[in-house]
């Protein structure tokens, strides 16, 4: 049987997508009689007075489903690298101490000598650089301007660009990185940088040869291979690709007889707006240069932080039975009718509400429900972790998981949990309010 | 409602526009579900675009493609920001979130604005133009971020 056509298949998935979606009945008068509702969606939720209903469960569970930047930040401890940069298949620090970054070149004294100051400015000077006429492919123009800036954490930042080219833009991230040098002066250097979905595969730097592989998509791809401080030691020019072509195999790099203790390998492929760059050592091998790792870190949600660990309340649940209940507010966790997901059900005096989750979120860290002020003014939070989340806290309250579950009642609206496992080296945020 | 002047366009009678929510409220929904996923942040997604055209009726010279518009920022808004409030109660069945399928978690992947592209051209059938417009986008970046989309999807589901 034939496969329907990608499109096709996208189209069938909304529809059925979409017809999951429930729509109480409201009449347009309604809606309008309800004279102090505010805009909903906003930064930050606005001081509302008391409800008695509830108002954060759907951005807690947002938090899991879909959450932005600002909700979810996961990161490793005691390395203040970020966590999406960690694991083994994504370009590590280069191997030499000379070796800092992409732009500035040099050590962390010439990267501090440059003096940008600020994320937005060294990518800005970056990408200037790398779209003027020398450093681009022959005959291809391309225009780059830098966006919004996302902090990851205090040394590390993303900024987002977009590319222009004649007949083609794409979106892309520069990664950048705050240095310090040995009298304590800092600045700011670019890491990483790559339009959406370019990348540079199975990258290996091993006896001076560098080994890899790029999908071979419209385009002709132009990998120019360069020592950290800008000399061109090779090139080399894909197989050009239709813009129709049926998903042909992948192309190959192999560039043999380098002698550079780090490389920097840089591809556009034109003349679409693609390119990408990316540092890699000597001893080096399996990485990803490109969009991988900064969407990554770009998208934390897609980043499962406690993948792996088992949920063994859903193991050991029969369907409808509850593990948890009775306790000062009744706070129960039950396998829910589709297979992989636990329900939380919470009450806390006149007011209740459940919320469903799949084991993908759950992995998350951060699947939780919160409920609204009841007549007591209290707000109960309460939400489901993986077995290796050992500790929920906030300031000085710590609440430890019981048959991964956990719930708080507090005064306020506003909360910024840390959710973290035993050793203390993965902790993610759950911000609500 | 700000005083009209003599020129502006004349203010829609009130069953008109509350015909035009019993018109549009759900398929408004359901593009936000398709991109949040949550049937009550879609609602209030779209109660919120209904409102602000109800305030700015007089400005508005095509209510649909406001209202598009409207629900995409709208999402848009709750991706990176998630703070919401809502109106009415929480049910069960609004706050359930559905097992994600292979088509889900490939689209979970993409940037919002990725997928605020393809939903528009195969959810809503728009051609690259309108899309343009409602992203406020050049028509060659509609295409770009399609060719992209679908590029990265086919890496991620098998054909």
Redesign the interface.
Same mark, same amino acid.
């Given at each position: 049987m034939n496969?329907p056509a990608?499109?096709d298949?996208?189209?069938s998935?909304?529809?059925s997508?979409?017809d999951?979606?429930?729509?109480?009945p409201?009449?347009?008068?309604e809606?309008?009689a309800?004279g102090d509702?505010?805009?909903?969606?906003?930064?930050?939720?606005?001081p509302?007075g008391h409800r008695g209903?509830?108002?954060?469960?759907?951005?807690a569970?947002?938090?899991?489903?879909?959450?932005?930047?600002?909700?979810i930040q996961g990161r490793d401890t005691p390395s203040n690298t970020p966590a999406a940069t960690q694991p083994s298949e994504q370009l590590s620090p280069p191997a030499t101490a000379s070796t800092i970054g992409l732009f500035p070149a040099g050590d962390a004294a010439a990267v501090v000598a440059q003096a940008y100051q600020t994320p937005a400015s060294v990518a800005t000077a970056y990408l200037a650089d790398r779209t003027s006429g020398a450093n681009l492919p022959t005959g291809y123009t391309a225009k780059a301007t830098t966006g919004e800036v996302v902090t990851v954490d205090e040394s590390h930042a993303l900024v987002n660009f977009?590319l222009e080219v004649d007949?083609?833009?794409?979106?892309g991230i520069v990664q950048v990185e705050q240095v310090r040098d040995s009298t304590g002066s800092t600045g700011w250097v670019v890491t990483a940088a790559s339009v959406?979905?370019m990348e540079i595969k199975n990258l290996s730097y091993i006896d001076g040869h560098l080994l890899g592989n790029f999908?071979a998509?419209?385009g002709t791809t132009q990998i120019t291979v360069l020592d950290v401080a800008g000399a061109v030691l090779a090139t080399r020019s894909g197989t050009p690709v239709p813009p129709d072509a049926e998903?042909p195999p992948d192309q190959s790099i192999d560039i043999a007889d380098l002698s550079a203790p780090s490389v920097v390998v840089r591809a556009w492929r034109t003349p679409?707006?693609s390119y990408t760059e990316s540092l890699i050592s000597a001893g080096q091998q399996g990485v990803v240069g490109g969009w991988t790792p900064l969407?990554a870190l770009?998208?934390p949600e897609?980043q499962a932080s406690f993948a792996g660990s088992p949920v063994s309340a859903l193991d050991s649940l029969a369907m409808g039975e509850t593990i948890k209940a009775n306790t000062p507010v009744d706070v129960t966790v039950e396998a829910?009718n589709?297979?992989?997901?636990l329900?939380i059900s919470a009450s806390i005096a006149e007011?209740s509400?459940?919320?469903?989750?799949?084991l993908?979120?759950i992995a998350l860290g951060t699947a939780a429900?919160a409920l609204d002020r009841d007549a007591s003014g209290r707000v109960l939070v309460a939400g489901i972790v993986p077995d290796a989340v050992s500790s929920i806290s906030e300031g000085s309250t710590i609440i430890q998981p019981t048959q991964n579950l956990w719930f708080t009642v507090t005064d306020s609206q506003q909360h910024s949990f840390k959710i973290a496992n035993s050793d203390g080296t993965k902790v993610v945020t759950l911000a609500i309010? | 409602m700000p005083k009209l002047s003599e020129d502006a366009p004349q203010p829609v009678a009130?069953e008109d526009?509350?015909g035009l929510?019993?018109a549009r409220?759900?398929p408004m929904?359901?593009?936000a579900?398709?991109l949040?996923?949550?049937?009550?942040?879609?609602?209030?997604?779209v109660?919120?675009a209904?409102?602000?055209m109800?305030r700015n009726w007089e400005h508005i010279a095509n209510p649909v493609a406001y209202l598009r518009t409207a629900v995409i920022n709208?999402c848009h808004?709750? &991706? $990176?920001?998630? *703070?919401?409030? @809502? %109106?009415?109660?929480?049910?069960?069945?609004?706050?359930?979130?559905?097992?994600?399928?292979e088509?889900?978690d490939a689209?979970?992947?993409l940037?919002y604005?990725?997928r605020a592209v393809?939903?528009l051209r195969?959810?809503c059938d728009l051609d690259d133009f309108e899309i343009a417009e409602i992203l406020n986008i050049?028509p060659?970046?509609v295409?770009?971020?399609i &060719? $992209?989309s679908? *590029?990265?999807? @086919? %890496?991620e589901?098998p054909?």
């Open positions: 496969t990608l499109e298949q996208l189209r998935h909304y529809v997508q979409a999951k979606l429930y729509l109480p409201l009449e347009f008068e809606l309008l309800d509702r505010e805009v909903v969606v906003s930064i930050t939720s606005s509302r209903s509830w108002w954060v469960a759907a951005a569970v947002a938090a899991v489903t879909v959450g932005g930047l600002a909700i977009n007949e083609d833009s794409g979106d959406a979905s999908a998509e419209w998903t679409t707006a969407a770009a998208y897609q829910s589709d297979a992989g997901k329900c007011v509400g459940s919320g469903c989750f799949d993908e979120m429900i309010g | 009130a526009l509350a929510f019993r409220r759900e929904a359901r593009l579900y398709v949040t996923g949550n049937s009550q942040v879609s609602d209030e997604i109660q919120d209904f409102l602000k109800h709208g808004s709750y &991706h $990176r920001h998630v *703070a919401v409030e @809502r %109106k009415a109660p929480v049910t069960r069945q609004a706050v359930a979130i559905s097992v994600t399928d088509i889900s689209l979970a992947k940037s604005d990725h393809l939903a195969y959810f050049r060659g970046t295409r770009s971020r &060719h $992209r679908l *590029a990265q999807l @086919r %890496k589901i054909q």
